[in-house]
């Protein structure tokens, strides 16, 4: 039985390093919100809805800066600058509600803006596509923000 002051996970990093970053839950959510981020931002580059240049602008914000800062949080976890710190713990749990929070807003927009452009048939599809893989990564985010609460709990 673990002493009351011994960490939770032993001597042992609950952050991934290295290629154990693509098999640990939920850190391995990193490669499908990269990948799904990375499409909502392919379909929402590639139309343009007329006269809602601004709030498609803030859909756009959060997939690109959402994509950037997951790619260079991966990064980071494969190559171990992380060090086994707890403050790490924090960052990720940080990151991870904060992108959630912001997937949403750009996912209820995006939806919004495309019902409101149904009728203009060249740019509905991708659209769509468009709302479809936002909720899809808000859920993932999600998802990975709520392990990642779990485990900074587990470790403060």
């Known amino acids: 039985m673990a002493s009351a002051g011994s960490p939770v996970y032993g001597n042992t990093s609950p952050l991934p390093s290295g290629i154990s970053t693509f098999s640990s839950f939920p850190d391995l959510l990193m490669i499908f919100e990269f990948v799904f981020g990375g499409l909502v931002w392919t379909l929402i580059a590639s139309t343009t ?21 997951t790619l260079i949080l991966m990064l980071m976890y494969i190559l171990g600058v992380h060090g086994g710190k707890s403050s790490w713990i924090t960052v990720d749990a940080f990151y991870h509600c904060i992108a959630a929070l912001f997937y949403l807003s750009a996912s209820v927009l995006q939806a ?28 993932l985010y999600v998802i990975h923000a709520y392990f990642s609460l779990k485990r900074w709990k587990a470790t403060s």
């Open 49 to 69: 809805l007329p006269t809602t240049g601004i709030l498609q602008g803030w859909v756009m914000f959060v997939a690109i800066g959402c994509f950037l800062f």
């Open 112 to 139: 919004y803006l495309t019902v409101a452009i149904r009728y203009v048939v060249q740019i509905y599809p991708e659209n769509v596509a468009a709302v479809v893989f936002a909720y899809l990564t808000t859920m």
